[in-house]
């Protein structure tokens, strides 16, 4: 008789658990970049189009979530909204190459299943998360590159645009004055121009050096969220870095780095100086810390990108959820275009540093 109560009290255990639902916790974290963004060099005009953007990128994500949509459904409606919009260093609007293209890079993971899907370098596929989303469904692949990735999303049936569509007259100027200075820069850069030192060993410009000789802003950008089912989501997309020589390839699909979710810690999408990202695998990073040290997401992102990121020159920010809807929105530069929206539909967006941290 025991057995059968015990039985029966773990059956009503697990379905209780499996038919959790998280309506009240649903969230939508979104970043359009960190960098040298501060009142100084912001106009009430450019502020404003950059608020109006982030709070449609939120709308759509949330509108997803609200109607019982999933996060992965919910992430790839907010990147899209900021993928389509000029401001930002993805999709339309991407950074241009040294050699005048644009090159896109972006990936997407779901915390349940830990399936991720990433595509690098492509030209021509219009909202690059949805290329991500089609390799992490459609392939037996996590990361696609360059020509291959283009055709894949082609015959995926996704939105095929001519290389064209990405340019944009103020990125294309920037290639030029970064070109004429010899600079490989992260976007929005705004004009906070340092001398350009070379090594006086070898007479050669320090690359990590030309990265930032100028004022640095990373226009890349991402979403994380949290659906009614629990489960959490996170994407990234970007055009790079203004100049980055051919086949460079930055932190945003590289899983682990620019992305990471798993239901049992986190969601994290990161912005900031790629290469710095790549070697400290920040996303996973501030993961692991959750898994095995027990960090608050809070903490565990603090820890990454305030200290260990500070300690290595790596300049960026991060925003990271985890499943109970507890945010973070970090960043050790000067800005970061961030914002989010909670269950009861209260949405909050942020630019400088001085305002409340999340
Ligand atoms: N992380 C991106 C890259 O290195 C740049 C950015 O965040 O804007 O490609």
């Known amino acids: ?7 029966i ?3 009503f255990i697990a379905h209780t658990s499996f038919s959790q639902d998280f309506s009240d916790k649903i969230t939508l974290v979104i970043h359009g970049g960190a960098g040298t963004i501060t009142r100084a060099n912001m106009t009430a005009e450019k502020e404003k189009a950059y608020r109006e953007a982030l709070n449609l990128a939120l709308q759509n994500g949330y509108s997803v979530l609200k109607q019982g949509g999933t996060s992965l459904q919910a992430v790839e409606a907010a990147i899209m909204v900021m993928e389509n919009s000029p401001l930002f260093n993805a999709g339309k609007g991407a950074v241009f190459t040294n050699e005048g293209k644009n090159e896109l890079d972006a990936s997407i993971m779901e915390g349940k299943t830990l399936k991720a899907g990433a595509i690098a370098g492509v030209t021509t596929i219009k ?20 020509k291959g990735a283009d055709l894949f999303a082609k015959e995926q049936g996704l939105e095929i645009v001519d290389p064209s569509y990405f340019y944009t007259e103020a990125r294309y100027k920037a290639l030029q004055e970064a070109k004429k200075e010899e600079k490989i820069e992260l976007d929005h850069s ?3 121009k340092k001398e350009i030192r070379k090594n006086p060993k070898t007479g050669f410009i320090n690359v990590e050096e030309l990265i930032f000789t100028e004022g640095k802003k990373f226009g890349t950008v991402g979403c994380v969220a949290l659906d009614k089912f629990g489960n959490l989501a996170a994407g990234t997309s970007t055009g790079g870095m203004t100049n980055k020589r051919y086949g460079r390839v930055g932190d945003a699909p590289i899983i682990g780095a620019g992305t990471y979710a798993n239901n049992e810690t986190c969601a994290v999408s990161a912005t900031g100086h790629g290469e710095f990202f790549i070697r400290s695998v920040v996303a996973y990073d501030i993961s692991a810390l959750m898994e095995y040290k027990g960090l608050s997401v ?9 200290k260990k990121l500070v300690q290595r020159g790596g300049e960026g920010g991060v925003i990271a959820l985890d499943r109970n809807g507890n945010i973070a929105m970090l960043f050790n530069s000067e800005g970061m275009y961030r914002g989010y929206i909670k269950g009861d539909g209260k949405s909050e967006i942020m630019i400088y540093k001085d305002e409340a941290d999340k």
């Not at 809070?298 to 305030?306: F, G, L, T, Y």
């Open 1 to 7: 008789m025991k057995t059968i109560y015990s039985f």
């Open 9 to 11: 009290f773990c059956c």
């Open 127 to 146: 909202n690059p998360i949805r290329g991500a989303i089609a390799v992490m469904e459609k392939s037996p692949h996590v990361l696609m590159a360059g």
């Open 190 to 192: 705004e004009n906070t």
């Open 298 to 306: 809070k903490d565990a992102a603090n820890e990454v990108v305030m």
